[in-house]
């Protein structure tokens, strides 16, 4: 049997094999994260890692899982450490991370959690909860949790901290603060006051593309390693994370470790979300219907790689001019990481979670397009797409998974018999997407034209060689769609 990674076997890596230059043993945790899985370990933990080998010793981190042991299991025999894969075109480079110093099950042991959250190492805690996990609220939830474990910090005389939501939302960090008060208010009134003083969530953007690990990774990690990883994570070369610099007490050295720490996040969050989420999640349901199964396969097809450079046009006009000129720079190289050829992420890793998705990727962009009289085609087939996707199968029959919170619901609603124009009024009068927009006929009349290209013709059909929607050759591609109206 081959040997594990472990603090034991760590000076036995190959040369090419990156470790941590630092002694672990010396470390502090001064981070508790929530929701530790693939992201993190191959995003946030890197920054620490990187101020650890830099010779601060404060920021080791304890790695909290919400719901199953896996991880722990998995990375508890490795003492914590786990290699990163960063793949591209030309190869594989390999490090071994040694931020993640403890593992917590919080199910298994909440007070743990707590006791962690409240003791006076930790200086910051971060969190990866996906976009349902801020919809989740009491004692089990993240933010049940944290402010829980806030309280034991109040009583201990701690001080605050700063707590930083790394999840694809708009507005994540201001968003967290009203969740985590009204949780904290329902404990104790007092306690909500103290955390409105003592507690900042800045807002954040965080992008690198990390897809969920398969065995071809585990077959690689050990044959680079010599010794087996349970668990490595594989992600592309480029990362970034932007930080509003809004820190409770002291602000962390992240800019040390190459984080950007600016004034207003909301550009870069509207950037990011409207040109890569959405062109992912265009891009996932679109291709999945045409039977693709990764962002590199889909990306390499023409007209959805047309399609996406229009999205991204219409995108760019809505943002904010402070990050529009540089749009085009960002998108062009959205591109190239599209078509990596080495990470082989899976369209239906993508889809999934699409009713909690598709608000600040497409229908922000969409209604606001649309309001200001600008061309909104693009968006408007992506929704279509996703409705489409709801249904369960694609262009050739083939059943496809519906992997989200609303699944049951969207499934009937999207397979419930009638033309488009019905299917369209149906889901659009699912308010957690659209809001109050079943209200605008026109706009359901344009989506129907949209679904119903998609079902006569397929996916790929549906799209002209000048990524326009074929079905849609008028109102929404016109600059004025109302003046017909
Ligand atoms: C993806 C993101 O799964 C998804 O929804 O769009 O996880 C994406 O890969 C990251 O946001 C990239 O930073």
Not at 203 to 223: C, F, L, Q, S
């Amino acid at each position: 049997m081959t040997d594990r990674l472990s603090e034991r076997t760590l000076a036995a890596l190959p040369a090419d094999v990156a470790r941590p230059a630092y002694a672990r043993r010396a470390t502090r945790l001064g981070v508790v994260h929530l929701g530790v899985g693939n992201f993190h370990r191959a995003h946030q933990a890197l920054v620490f890692d990187d101020l650890l080998a830099a010779g601060d010793a404060r920021w080791a981190v304890s790695g909290v899982s919400l719901r199953r042991p896996a991880m722990r299991d998995a990375l508890a025999p490795q003492d914590g450490l786990y290699s990163v894969l960063t793949r591209d075109g030309a190869g594989t480079r390999v490090r071994v991370v040694g931020a993640l110093r403890e593992l917590l099950v919080a199910p298994e042991a909440p007070s743990a959690v707590i006791a962690r959250l409240a003791a006076a190492d930790t200086r910051l805690v971060t969190l990866t909860v996906t976009e349902k996990g801020y919809d989740e609220t009491g004692p089990a939830s993240a933010v049940g949790l944290l402010a829980a474990g806030l309280a034991a910090r109040r009583a201990a005389g701690h001080g605050g901290l700063s707590v930083l939501s790394c999840d694809n939302l708009s507005h994540n960090g201001a968003r967290l603060q009203a969740r985590l008060r009204a949780e904290a208010a329902a404990i104790d009134p007092a306690l909500a006051d103290w955390i409105d003083r003592a507690v900042a969530c800045p807002d954040t953007m965080v992008d690198r593309i990390v897809p969920a690990t398969v065995d071809t990774d585990r077959e690689e990690a050990a044959r680079r390693l010599g010794v087996a990883d349970a668990w490595p994570v594989a992600a592309e070369p480029f990362t970034q994370w932007v930080v509003e610099r809004r820190f409770a007490g002291e602000a962390p050295p992240l800019e040390a470790a190459g984080v950007e720490l600016v004034d207003d996040v909301a550009p870069w969050e509207a950037m990011k979300l409207r040109l890569l989420n959405a062109a992912h999640s265009s891009l996932a349901y679109l291709g999945a219907l045409a039977g693709l199964p990764t962002v590199d396969a889909a990306i390499a097809e023409p007209r959805l790689r047309a399609f996406v450079e229009r999205l991204w046009r219409q995108a760019t006009a809505t943002l904010p001019a402070s990050v529009r000129a540089q749009a085009p720079g960002y998108a062009a190289r959205l591109l190239e990481r599209f078509a990596n050829p080495a990470l082989r992420h899976r369209l239906l890793q993508i889809a999934m979670d699409g009713s909690r998705k598709l608000p600040q990727r497409l229908v922000a962009t969409l209604l606001e397009a649309r309001r200001a009289g600008q061309p909104h085609d693009a968006p408007l087939l992506a929704v279509a797409a996703w409705m489409q996707f709801c249904a369960g199968r694609d262009d050739a029959g083939r059943e496809l998974p519906l992997d989200d919170p609303l699944a049951a619901r969207l499934r009937t609603l999207a397979r419930a018999p009638g033309d488009a124009l019905q299917t369209v009024r149906a889901v659009l009068a699912v308010e957690e997407v659209f809001g109050d927009a079943a209200a605008d006929a026109t706009l359901a009349q344009a989506l129907a034209d949209a679904l119903d290209g998609l079902r006569r013709t397929g996916a790929l059909a549906a799209i002209g060689p000048d990524g326009a929607p074929v079905a849609l050759s008028s109102a929404a591609s016109r600059r004025r769609p109302d003046t017909n109206d």
